[in-house]
């Protein structure tokens, strides 16, 4: 009743999910794995893992049972078509994909196919502090939620490989889909506005300020900054009618010293996020073992995809750039409604 | 050398200046009053204050030293007008005056006497909190500030007479100023979002999100929200190039009990900004015993008043309202520079 | 490769253990169970486990691997000796045993088995806000611990069957251990001062003030409350030479609303430890299967019976009641340094 | 109707008294001052004020209608007496006298001269924090407080001048009256307790632990730690039968950087307790302005020298020591309820 995963990417990644997979947690073995490079790929095999030539053989296999998806996004389209083919659960590290298209196109396969397949690697939903704040949330002593402020700071990002478009199209995604998933809604438009620029990121549109329209009328603004050198740094409050709710700080030792009174920030998402991933994989490792998949879905990743798309022209129109998306499918669960 | 002072207007806050001026505060002497409504200027004017039948007999009464003009908005003007002409310094309750007209014709007025005379009542600048946080911010450590989050919060306001404008030209006002004080900057441009509303307040026009683009380029977003029943919370945080820094907390005790690990929230601005009042007239008081002003001047009524217009006009359009300000004269100190 | 265990005692937290091993933890089964009351232990086998007759048996069972002891106080020191005779790993609830000749007993003979097979269920030095804290301490940039505010309030305990000698010999272990841990060092002298009586618990004395002088001199403080009511509070804080460290606040949500700006507290052990039971028991399983024990030692355990006894002996006499260890075995590390 | 008020003593506590008598607070002159040093008391003397050759001509001179005592500890019970004797209000720093025999012999002449004249420097009791967790414990929701935790920190105290006795005969004063006040009880008897010494004071007995036991049965324990080098951090919480209260922390911005989420400790009692001190002569011009005295009484003052005395017998002896009062005049309010 062990699951037997395979993994396709062996980048970073994958590597820690390896780890994850095989000292963390239970029910679970990585047999297969496969890498673009296939000495990156033998290195990082688990004892006992076979290595495969290609993402389609590895899918096939009868020895694999699930899938894990940690190769660079282009290649996710075909590898997801390939697991929903085989009609095997797969998780998939965000983005889905990197087209409307692709997404559509992966929508009507899963669609197709009549069950859900696949997880998206939207690790925020699995997040304590986030849980504990939707549970306040959904609770309603405070009223309908009207204004979520989201703030994402990251301590830097490697120069020439964080581009300028990477705060919109990749950081942002997670903003959208905690913003989604708190506000159980829809990203309706999405707009962006440019601050004052941060010298230490040199030539790099940092920060960015997005809002995100909701079909509610409820608005998120986010603040990303992305080289703000003190830490990782991620807050949220939801504003509501009669009260307001907001994530906790991090655990961290309380020092009185000569630096103030003072607790600790984290410094990347990996120390943030950590608990975060396992229980990610907890979760799905379960939902596999019954051949399906819970959490985060196609459905997800498409509207994080839409919203990246919108907030790149917004960027660019400085307008307040509309989404359109296709009827949800009653596989991925009632469409949000748009109370008023 | 005691401050002998005259009160114009003697409703609700002409009553409690009155009361600052008289039993907390040295060095003055509350020795005028006028109100349109003369009984209750009888029943306000403390022990031997004499009730003056107009405001212009007041201000140029040889027993007043410096006014304090508590009247409504659209008196302002003539009255700060008649006391710019006797040279007699002046505080003057926001909103200075109510058009830009207004502003600009006081402003002439006082460059034409050619010492500052008017003091604007934008108490915020007084609180011991926000002066904490400006000389954080001016300190530099943290680099140039970049965004600044601002929440404004009331309990409730009075129904019938609080309107949907109000939100933008009456509480922003303070928003407005602080962001320009904090930043040492000038509004650029407004820009207004009406987020999902709050039923508590029925049909008014709450919350409001505003955006001021300042001149360097840093963006201020605004959450006014007035009818969020739990308290009166004032917040607000400065996103800088390597760090943030934030309002403290109000000082509360921390309860431990039944309801969890709790701090009270003030009720209204005025538990919030006590102190700040007292502190705003006891530097106006020093100042106007040497015949001028300093702290709030006839321009940030200026600015106020021009961010206020294009908040009504930028909820109207949807749009980005510029704001253009005549040069700034000598007198109120160099224009901000507009890095970028 | 995965961990066969035999668990006795299924009461309440047998059966908890149970849950997390089965549940929970990954590389170990529960193949084995006993209770004195056998219907209860077949209740709470889980599938496949063989229910036996007498601890002896399973203890002494090819298909057991390792022990779990969640008996009563009094069983465990039989259950010890065979557990070491077999030579088996074995996790022992806490209380190690009931009197200190039979920790005596158990050190004995684990020293004469020469490897460390016992560990004991002081879960504190498995949570992580605990661990952080130490971690601070043992940086040294605060320089030596010289003072340590142990609290321990509960919101409740058991009326008639929680007894005035329990928060000295049954609470008090974990703020006896996790000082000893914190500090490195072993508790030199005990005294007990009663304060007024809290009236929830009627007869009941509580709360209790107790004073550890450990051996370096430091000296920890203890407040035990067991019906302050509001909830399950641990703190904890170390004053040292230069600075100060305290347990971080639990995570929980910050919530703005009629009450105050407040953060739950967790309602009991379970909620706060449940983290901290969950990795006791993953480190075991990795010790165990290795065929030795780490973590909390029979030596801690003797330690904190020692502490135990002098408490109530000092409640009694009032008086300051010394206590004296036996030599202690390098199988349990080299004593603590008193440093002077 | 302005007091006017002679200081005796210009040292550093007295020269901050003038500027505050002169330049901070209304309604109040500073016409006469006296030191030992005759230059220094002409330094110190603010303009128009006269320079006394003895305490007793400027206490019995008819331009002198009350006095602060600011001279060293020896010399109040002669000044205080010849006060009392002069029927003037008095304000006196701690301590009011330096033995036992001394505060009874000026609680019998001021029971004799038949109304208050005397008010004792504990400015903890004006300090707004303080007064809020008195609030919190007078309303009673939290049930009868049965422990006071009291921190006392200071960075550091002068090498030589401040002695081993002095955390037990000076420091602690403030912290056995704030628990008498807070409490409304008396100190029934004490103990202390010395842990381990910081190296940063060399000799100096430094931390000390004491513990006062109140008439009601509660127990205080105070750390005070006076090398502490972190800053002067005064903490409090009062552990009630259902919730405990805490002290709030002191209003500072909350810096997010390098450091860590961070908030400014007060550097020394200056800056903790500027306030305080602003108010405590608030107060005591209103009642001195009637010819009488409210706040910190002489019984409080010989309270806080009995408290002093048994400190220092209880650190030699180890014992509890008690503390025996007279009983109390009817002119101090009625005696303190020994609830139990
Ligand atoms: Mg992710
Ligand atoms: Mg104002
Ligand atoms: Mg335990
Ligand atoms: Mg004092």
């Given at each position: 009743m062990t699951l037997r995963v395979g993994v396709l990417g062996t980048g970073m990644i994958g590597q820690d999910h390896i780890r994850r997979l095989t000292q963390?947690?239970?029910?679970?073995?990585?047999?297969a794995v496969n890498d673009i490079d296939r000495a990156r790929a033998a290195t990082a095999a688990p004892k006992g893992a076979e290595v495969f030539d290609t993402p389609k053989a590895l899918i096939n296999s009868?020895?694999?049972d699930a899938v894990v998806i940690c190769s660079?996004?282009?290649?996710?389209e075909e590898q997801l078509l390939d697991c929903i083919a085989a009609g095997k659960p797969v998780f998939c590290e965000k983005?889905?994909?990197?087209?409307e298209a692709a997404a559509r196109r992966v929508i009507a396969a899963e669609v197709a196919h009549g069950t859900r397949l696949v997880q998206v690697g939207f690790m925020r939903r699995f997040d304590a502090d986030y849980r504990r704040l939707k549970k306040v949330i959904d609770g309603g002593s405070l009223g309908a939620p009207l204004m979520y402020h989201s703030t994402h700071r990251n301590a830097s990002v490697p120069e020439g490989l964080y581009t300028s478009d990477m705060p919109l199209n990749d950081t942002l995604v997670h903003d959208a889909d905690i913003s989604r998933w708190l506000l159980e809604d829809e990203v309706a438009a999405v707009e962006v506005r440019v601050p004052r620029r941060n010298t230490r990121g040199k030539d790099l549109r940092d920060p960015v300020m997005v809002l995100l329209h909701m079909g509610s009328g409820a608005i998120v603004d986010v603040e990303i900054s992305v080289n703000i050198a003190y830490g990782y740094d991620i807050r949220g409050e939801v504003s509501c009618e009669n009260g307001v709710a907001a994530l906790p700080n991090r655990p961290a030792v309380v020092v009185s010293d000569q630096y103030g009174i003072r607790q600790a920030i984290p410094e990347d998402w990996r120390e943030r996020f950590i608990d975060a991933y396992d229980q990610e994989f907890r979760e799905w490792i379960v939902a596999a073992g019954q051949g399906t998949a819970t959490g985060p879905s196609t459905w997800d990743g498409y509207a994080a995809t839409l919203v990246g798309d919108a907030a790149l022209r917004a960027v660019d129109s400085g307008a307040r750039e509309a989404i359109t998306m296709i009827e949800k499918p009653a596989l991925y669960g009632k469409a949000a409604a748009r109370a008023a």
């Amino acid at each position: 009743m062990t699951l037997r995963v395979g993994v396709l990417g062996t980048g970073m990644i994958g590597q820690d999910h390896i780890r994850r997979l095989t000292q963390v947690l239970s029910g679970v073995d990585v047999v297969a794995v496969n890498d673009i490079d296939r000495a990156r790929a033998a290195t990082a095999a688990p004892k006992g893992a076979e290595v495969f030539d290609t993402p389609k053989a590895l899918i096939n296999s009868d020895k694999v049972d699930a899938v894990v998806i940690c190769s660079w996004g282009p290649a996710h389209e075909e590898q997801l078509l390939d697991c929903i083919a085989a009609g095997k659960p797969v998780f998939c590290e965000k983005p889905l994909v990197t087209s409307e298209a692709a997404a559509r196109r992966v929508i009507a396969a899963e669609v197709a196919h009549g069950t859900r397949l696949v997880q998206v690697g939207f690790m925020r939903r699995f997040d304590a502090d986030y849980r504990r704040l939707k549970k306040v949330i959904d609770g309603g002593s405070l009223g309908a939620p009207l204004m979520y402020h989201s703030t994402h700071r990251n301590a830097s990002v490697p120069e020439g490989l964080y581009t300028s478009d990477m705060p919109l199209n990749d950081t942002l995604v997670h903003d959208a889909d905690i913003s989604r998933w708190l506000l159980e809604d829809e990203v309706a438009a999405v707009e962006v506005r440019v601050p004052r620029r941060n010298t230490r990121g040199k030539d790099l549109r940092d920060p960015v300020m997005v809002l995100l329209h909701m079909g509610s009328g409820a608005i998120v603004d986010v603040e990303i900054s992305v080289n703000i050198a003190y830490g990782y740094d991620i807050r949220g409050e939801v504003s509501c009618e009669n009260g307001v709710a907001a994530l906790p700080n991090r655990p961290a030792v309380v020092v009185s010293d000569q630096y103030g009174i003072r607790q600790a920030i984290p410094e990347d998402w990996r120390e943030r996020f950590i608990d975060a991933y396992d229980q990610e994989f907890r979760e799905w490792i379960v939902a596999a073992g019954q051949g399906t998949a819970t959490g985060p879905s196609t459905w997800d990743g498409y509207a994080a995809t839409l919203v990246g798309d919108a907030a790149l022209r917004a960027v660019d129109s400085g307008a307040r750039e509309a989404i359109t998306m296709i009827e949800k499918p009653a596989l991925y669960g009632k469409a949000a409604a748009r109370a008023a």
